[in-house]
């Protein structure tokens, strides 16, 4: 006969950790050339959000796709950056254009109900930060690394909307 164990829950764990949503953009697999061989590792891009309008970025290598990821998520986790989102839309406030290198993005808000037309990793990155309406295009390079971070950048560059004054 089994007996079923009772786990005792404290609310004080769950009001420390916010729900963070976690998406795996890439897995690579790596090698580097050593004087027996080959030493075989996985390289992990990460993206954490907590769908609120915070969002972070991470590359990380290991020796196996299990400790890529986590490490890949916990080092994102403490590179959240945070990013304003506007009305009901949950869009960006203003156009922005970023050219990065090789990486050369543009990011434009839209209006509710237009959803994510924004392509390849950069969707990724738009899911989890909260994003619901904008309008994207990656202009330069395919490698996903590069995009990610000058989009990063260019998130990091907007500026908070002007509250109006009524009269």
Sequence with gaps: ???????AKTEDNNAEEPKLLQKVVEIKRVSQKTKGGNRLGFS???????????VGLSYSRARDVLSAIKKAMRKAKKKMIS??????????PHRIEL??????????????????????AMRALAEVAGIK???GK?????????????TIKALKMIKEPHERISQ
């Design 1 to 7: 006969m089994v007996k079923k164990q009772r786990v």
């Design 44 to 54: 992990c891009l990460a993206v954490v959000g907590d769908g609120e309008g915070s």
């Design 83 to 92: 990013v304003p989102l506007v009305g009901e839309a949950r869009t960006i």
């Design 99 to 120: 050219k990065q290198r090789a990486a050369h993005v543009l990011l434009k808000p839209a209006p509710e109900g237009t959803g994510l037309i924004i392509g390849g």
């Design 133 to 135: 309406n904008i309008v």
């Design 138 to 150: 990656n202009l330069g390079t395919r490698n996903k690394k590069s995009t990610l971070d000058a």
